[in-house]
């Protein structure tokens, strides 16, 4: 039997509200059965259990150094040569990592989901795929807000302070940018249902070509 070629990297961008998420489950949800995972870079926050719960209040989450880049890097080639890894867990509430982590078993497809996975050249050149999630401001900031008021408690006082103070000139700084790099463009994200149809058919593809076509009677769903 011919040994399997590398897992293949999605890598699904785009700023905050942009509907990457909804893409990338959009995937997912299109290819469960098969081999395939998700693996969000919100979970590879920054330890800052060394930093006082003020100090966490002031870091700009939305900047490339409020990652962990080299861990990130480090797990995705251990998931490269069929490795299990122990992935983070991010704790919101006390914003910095858990103790806990999740294990995740490799798979065959991995979709490599976050604001900012396209800035850093080593993650770019590990991808097979680059997609960019492109959506107006005013749609971005009216999910954003709908999500950390609903999924948060956040106030919206607050999510427009932080949105006008970080995130939408932090975008145009750094996410933004990394729009030439993608392969794809996607405009208004998880509505357009032509653009997720076509990279569904283009991984298959892949999966076909390289043999990775393995099919689980009881696929693992958890993203």
Do not use: C, W
């Not at 059965?33 to 006082?52: C, R």
């Not at 998931?79 to 867990?89: A, C, G, N, S, T």
């Not at 914003?95 to 050249?121: A, F, M, N, W, Y």
């Not at 993608?182 to 076509?198: K, R, T």
Request: no cysteine.
């Amino acid at each position: 039997m011919a040994e399997k070629k590398r897992p293949i990297i999605i890598g699904v961008t785009g700023g905050s509200g942009s509907g990457k998420t909804t893409v990338s489950r959009a995937i997912f949800n299109q290819l469960i059965g098969h081999s395939i995972m998700i693996l969000q870079q919100d979970s590879y926050y920054n330890d800052q259990s060394d930093m006082t719960m003020a100090e966490r209040a002031a870091v700009n989450y939305d900047h490339p150094l409020a990652f962990d880049t080299d861990l990130l890097i480090k797990q995705l080639k251990q998931l490269l040569r069929y490795e299990p890894i122990e992935k983070p867990v991010y704790d919101y509430t006390l914003s910095t990592r858990s103790d806990k982590t999740i294990h995740q078993e490799p798979r065959d497809v991995i979709i490599l989901e976050g604001i900012l996975i396209l800035d850093d050249e080593r993650l770019r050149d590990l991808m097979d795929i680059k997609v960019f999630v492109d959506t107006d401001d005013d749609i971005r900031i009216i999910r954003r807000i709908e999500r950390d008021m609903n999924e948060r408690g956040r106030s919206l006082d607050s999510v427009i302070q932080q949105y006008l103070a970080t995130v939408k000139p932090t975008y145009h700084q750094f996410v933004e940018p990394t729009k030439r790099y993608a392969d794809l463009i996607v405009p208004e994200g998880g509505e357009n249902q032509v653009a997720i149809d076509l990279l569904v058919t283009k991984i298959r593809a892949i999966l076909e070509a390289s043999g990775n076509k393995e099919v689980f009677d009881n696929p693992d769903t958890s993203i």
